[in-house]
């Protein structure tokens, strides 16, 4: 992370490109995202297959 001073002389902290920053409570916490370049799924595809898979893990 990086602190840059604003207009306002107000400290901002930016992150690298392809992270987020998601704060809860006291705790910051900062999450990097990786997208493979060669993948022929899409997010819908993958994330489809994932709820499909859960749910068969939780089958009585």
Not at 36 to 51: H, N
């Amino acid at each position: 992370m990086e602190n840059n001073l604003n207009e306002n002389n107000a400290v901002e902290t930016t992150t690298p490109q392809g992270t987020f920053t998601h704060k809860i409570g006291n705790t910051t916490y900062v999450v990097g995202v990786h997208f493979s370049k060669t993948s022929k799924e899409t997010i819908d595809d993958k994330m489809k297959r994932l709820i499909l898979s859960d749910l068969e893990h939780i089958k009585p």
